[in-house]
């Protein structure tokens, strides 16, 4: 073979060999790292439930059963480690304080309430967790008090003009009502309950059209999460019903007050504004048998006794 022939072949045998010896040696190292790591010592599990998450867990579950006491038993033994550090200290302060309301250990509550916002750096709204507190316990001048205190300090949070509209609902001034939960929705205008607040205090005010508007807005922007918060939407659907009926839209409402039934069928308000949507329609006996249901429930309904004593039907 002549010393051209020997040039070419090797360089055929280099061109169809070297790839293979590359893939052949990629292979073999891949294989022996794959050994190699086999042999290292497995990760350290990660820590799942340290002493705070099992006493938090078990607290939630005495909430969970209504054990109220308990679960205060379980925060205070979470609050006996000083060294925790303030975020947590707080949050469980805010937890104890719920247990001690439900278990009606008020001046307790309150207490914890107070000291969660001693702790620094102060998280502005618990002014609001704080008012939302006053408010449930009738207290309404300190609720305001705390809930101006919150817009104050964080005028971007939304919750505490809603919460004032809470307040001036309480107190039957529905007007100042609408200006707070109105300022709520220029804040954040996403969220369902401040379209649904204002609904209500419109329906107060007879303004009905302006309330079936929010109403709308309330149930399309809550449809998505209907399956999941569903009492909650039918609040909604009770009050564009209200707002229908008074509107003379009998058919629209008895729909609305159908889905609040579906949801909560004892409601003895839907029933008797079923009925009187039912007489709107002239469906005497449909009426009479909403009537009847709601005092079956509700013996001091007096939209369902008025509806009898109109159709002269005895209760």
């Known amino acids: 073979m002549t010393r051209r022939r020997w040039i070419l072949l090797s360089v055929v045998l280099a061109l169809v060999l070297v790839p293979f010896g590359f893939y052949y040696g990629l292979k073999h190292w891949t294989r022996y790292r794959i050994i190699e790591l086999a042999k290292l010592p497995p990760e350290p599990p990660l820590p799942t439930d340290d002493p705070l998450t ?75 967790k704080r008012a939302f507190y006053f408010l449930r316990r009738g207290r309404t001048d300190e609720a305001l008090a705390d809930f101006r205190k919150g817009a104050e300090l964080d005028p971007k949070d939304s919750g505490n003009p809603y919460g004032e509209g809470e307040v001036y609902g309480q107190l039957g001034q529905h007007e100042k009502a609408v200006e707070r939960y109105t300022e709520a929705i220029r804040l954040n205008s996403t969220v369902t309950t401040y379209y649904r607040e204002r609904g209500g205090a419109y329906n107060y005010l007879g303004r009905y059209t302006e309330a079936l508007a929010d109403y709308d807005k309330a149930i399309s922007i809550g449809f998505s999460f209907s399956s999941l918060f569903p009492r909650e939407e039918a609040m909604s659907n009770l009050g564009r019903g209200y707002a229908l009926l008074q509107l003379e839209k009998y058919r629209r409402a008895i729909d609305d007050f159908d889905v609040v039934l579906k949801v909560v069928p004892r409601s003895s308000t839907a029933l008797a504004w079923r009925g009187a949507a039912w007489q709107g329609l002239g469906n005497r006996d449909k009426a009479v048998a909403d009537y009847k249901s709601a005092l079956a429930i509700d013996p001091k309904s007096s939209r369902a006794i008025d509806g009898l004593r109109s159709l002269d039907e005895p209760r």
């Open 54 to 128: 099992v006493l938090t867990k078990k607290a939630r579950l005495a909430e969970h059963a209504r054990d109220y006491r308990t679960a205060v038993d379980l925060y205070t033994q979470a609050l006996e480690d000083g060294s925790r550090p303030p975020v947590v200290r707080r949050d469980l302060i805010r937890q104890r304080a719920w247990a001690y309301e439900y278990s009606h250990q008020y001046d307790r509550a309150e207490a914890d309430y107070d000291a969660a916002l001693r702790i620094e750096p102060v998280q502005l709204d618990f002014y609001s």
